[in-house]
Nanobody, 119 residues
Framework: QVQLVESGGGLVQAGGSLRLSCAASGSGSSIGAMGWYRQAPGKQRERVAIITSSGRTDYADSVKGRFTISRDNAKNTVYLQMNSLKPEDTAVYYC?????????????WGQGSQVTVSS
């Protein structure tokens, strides 16, 4: 199976930057799309960004132009570069990866990273 390990969260002032990383390990599944969701208390889970295995990306309107998702397929790692951070970006960020094995689709989740943006 696949395990996802996140890193890079922390506390930053408004206008600052952070980069989240999520590394996948294991074998047996072909990894397709990878991305990030976030959830703040009292709010619904929101898809932040997604990137396909071929490099196509999509972003939530709230982060478009500020966040950039990328991946290194050789390292099975996805990154989320977050610039011009706002207090509204404060949330727990979860990375995910979609995989396929034996004609079944699986979704793997990271442990979550707290991102706090102070004003």
């Amino acid at each position: 199976q696949v395990q996802l390990v996140e890193s890079g969260g922390g506390l930053v002032q408004a206008g600052g930057s952070l980069r989240l990383s999520c590394a996948a390990s294991g074998s047996g599944s072909s990894i397709g799309a990878m991305g990030w969701y976030r959830q703040a208390p009292g709010k619904q889970r929101e898809r932040v960004a997604i990137i396909t295995s071929s490099g196509r990306t999509d972003y939530a309107d709230s982060v478009k132009g500020r966040f950039t998702i990328s991946r290194d397929n050789a390292k099975n790692t996805v990154y989320l570069q977050m610039n011009s951070l706002k207090p509204e970006d404060t949330a727990v960020y979860y990375c995910y990866a979609a995989g396929e094995r034996d004609f079944k689709v699986y979704v793997y989740w990271g442990q979550g990273s707290q991102v706090t943006v102070s004003s």
